[in-house]
C-alpha cells in the first residue's frame, strides 16, 4: 500500500496549488501505476484527462510529487480501463479525497473566538468568505435592510435601535444579519458581540431553567453590547420565553445597547407575541425583504456560479432565473445540485438536464423559456456557429482555441468533436468545415474525424460526453 500512502501526500500537497474545482474536474479518480527512484507513472481515467492534465499540470503534479520523492525527475500518464473497478484498492476517488482534506483542515484550523464566549453555540458563521456585502446582490425591494445594516454597523447604539427585519425565508436575512454582526465585531474590538437564533436562545433558557441559572443567564446578556436574534418566529406561543426575552429587551435597550431581529413577518402581523413584546419591537426600524425579479435572480445565480467558481452557460442561468421564483436559498440550492453532479460524473449544465432536474424536484410542473411553456427546451442548430458554441460552452474553453490552429492536446478534442458534429449531424462538406477552421484541407478534417470516432470506440467516458452535449443541443 505504499503506493497509496505515496499518492495520498502526492495529492495533498497539489491541493491548494490549483483551483478547488480543477481538481475535482481533473484528478476525479487517479493511482500509481509504477514508481521507481526517479520517476512516477500515473493511471488516470480517460485521455481527456490526461491530456489536460498534461497540458495544464504537468509542472504542478511534478513539484508535488517531488516533495514527497526528492529523487523524482520525471512523471507520466497512462491511461487505465478498468479504473472505475470498485475492487481496485489503488485508485484514490479525488471529490472524496478533496472532502476528507477539506473536513481534516477545518478540525485542525478551528480556534476559539470571543464571539463563541459569550453564549453557548452563538452560531455566527465565517464573515470572511461567505457572509460578505461583495457577494450580497442588492435589488429594489432589499434596498432598504441593505442600507439599514450598513448605518448600524457604523454607528451601533446610535442609529436605528432596535433593527427589526422581516421577509420570507431564504431571501437574505440571515446574510444581513451575520454580516453586519462580523462587521461591527472588526470595527469595535473592544465591545461584545452575540450573533444568536430564537431555537438556541430557547435551549440556553430551558437549560438554565433546569439548572435554577436564570438569572445567571440574564446578567450575561446584560453585559453584552450588540444582540442579534435570527428567527425570532420560534418564540411564538412559548410564553416563558417570551417573558426572558422581554427582559433581557429592557435591560439592553435601557442601557443603550444594540438590538437586531428578524423575522418572517411585520410586527403587527405577530399575533403570537404578547402585545408587549411586540410593540417593543416597534420602537426602532421595521424594514422587509421582498421576493427578487428576474434580472435579479438571473444576477443571483451567476454571482453564486463565479463565487464557487463554477462556469454556468447563459441560458441555463436564465433559465434557472426564470423557473426558480421563490427566493435565494433555492437559487443557490439547485446550483449546488448541479455543482454535484458535474463533481461526480462530470454532468455539464445543460438545458436539457436542469430543466429534467426541476421538473423532478417539483420546482414547477410549468417550465418557462422565452415566456412559453417549455414544450422542448433542446436549443435549436441553426448553423456551424451554434455548434461550435455548443462545445465551447460545453468544454469551458473560447471559441478562438476551437477554430485557430492552436495544437495544444486540450484543445484537441473540442476542436475533432465540432469537425465530427458538423460532418454527422449537418452533413458539411470536408472542403466547408475545412474553411471554418482556417482554412485546414479536405485529408486534414477526414483525419480529425476519423481520428475522434476511434478515439470515441476506446474511451468510454469520452463518447458518454460527446453524448451528453449532443443531447444538449439536440442533434
Known amino acids: 500500500m505504499e503506493k497509496v500512502y505515496r499518492l495520498q501526500n502526492i495529492l495533498q500537497n497539489i491541493i491548494g496549488t490549483v483551483k478547488k474545482q480543477d481538481f475535482l474536474v481533473y484528478f476525479r ?107 450580497f446582490v442588492v435589488w429594489s425591494d432589499n434596498q432598504l435592510a441593505y442600507s439599514a445594516c450598513e448605518a448600524v454597523s457604523r454607528n451601533p447604539w446610535k442609529s436605528y435601535n432596535p433593527l427589526y427585519i422581516y421577509g420570507d425565508v431564504g431571501l437574505g436575512k440571515t446574510h444581513l444579519l451575520q454580516w453586519t454582526s462580523g462587521e461591527i465585531m472588526k470595527k469595535f474590538k473592544d465591545k461584545k458581540v452575540v450573533y444568536t437564533t430564537a431555537d438556541k436562545f430557547i435551549t440556553e433558557y430551558i437549560t438554565s431553567v433546569k439548572k435554577r441559572s436564570v438569572d445567571k443567564m440574564r446578567q450575561k446578556f446584560q453585559e453584552v453590547d450588540v444582540l442579534v436574534i435570527d428567527d425570532v418566529q420560534f418564540f411564538s406561543w412559548k410564553e416563558q420565553t417570551q417573558n426572558e426575552l422581554y427582559n433581557v429587551f429592557n435591560l439592553l435597550y435601557e442601557s443603550n445597547k444594540q438590538i437586531i431581529i428578524s423575522w418572517d413577518r ?35 445565480i451567476q454571482e453564486k456560479a463565479r463565487e464557487k467558481e463554477f462556469l454556468l452557460p447563459q441560458d441555463v442561468s436564465e433559465f434557472i432565473a426564470a423557473n426558480v421564483t421563490e427566493n435565494v436559498r433555492e437559487l443557490e440550492w439547485v446550483l449546488n445540485q448541479m455543482i454535484a453532479e458535474y463533481e461526480l460524473d462530470w454532468s455539464a449544465p445543460t438545458l436539457s438536464r436542469i430543466a429534467q432536474k426541476l421538473k423532478k424536484l417539483s420546482f414547477t410542473t410549468d417550465l418557462i423559456w422565452n415566456n412559453n411553456k417549455i414544450g422542448s427546451f433542446k436549443k435549436t442548430i441553426r448553423s456551424y456557429e451554434d455548434i461550435i458554441d455548443a462545445v465551447s460552452s460545453y468544454f469551458w474553453i473560447e ?70 452535449l449532443r443531447d444538449g443541443i439536440g442533434i
Open 29 to 135: 479518480k487517479i493511482s500509481i501505476m509504477e514508481m521507481t527512484d526517479d520517476e512516477i507513472t500515473f493511471w488516470l481515467v480517460s485521455t481527456f484527462m490526461k491530456w489536460n492534465i498534461e497540458a495544464k499540470f504537468y509542472d504542478v503534479v511534478l513539484v508535488a510529487s517531488q516533495k514527497e520523492v526528492s529523487s523524482i525527475s520525471k512523471i507520466s500518464f497512462e491511461i487505465d480501463k478498468n479504473i472505475d473497478n470498485p475492487t481496485n484498492k489503488y485508485v484514490i476517488n479525488g471529490v472524496d479525497y478533496f472532502k476528507e482534506s477539506e473536513k481534516s483542515s477545518k478540525k485542525s484550523n478551528k480556534t476559539d473566538s470571543n464571539l463563541y464566549t459569550m453564549v453557548q453555540s452563538t452560531n455566527l458563521k465565517s464573515t470572511k468568505d461567505r457572509y460578505t456585502l461583495n457577494n
Open 266 to 300: 411585520a410586527p403587527k402581523e405577530l399575533t403570537e407575541l404578547e402585545p408587549r413584546l411586540r410593540s417593543r419591537f416597534e420602537w426602532g426600524i421595521t424594514v422587509d425583504i421582498g421576493k427578487p425579479d428576474f434580472e435579479t435572480r438571473l444576477a443571483i
Open 399 to 468: 471559441k478562438e482555441w476551437i477554430l485557430w490552429e492552436n495544437r495544444k492536446k486540450e484543445f484537441m478534442i473540442p476542436r475533432q468533436v465540432s469537425m465530427y458534429l458538423l460532418k454527422t449531424k449537418l452533413n458539411y462538406t470536408y472542403e466547408r468545415i475545412g474553411n471554418i477552421f482556417s482554412g485546414r484541407n479536405h485529408a486534414a478534417v477526414l483525419y480529425s474525424c476519423n481520428k475522434l470516432e476511434q478515439i470515441m470506440k476506446k474511451d468510454k467516458n469520452l463518447l458518454q460526453e460527446i453524448n451528453t
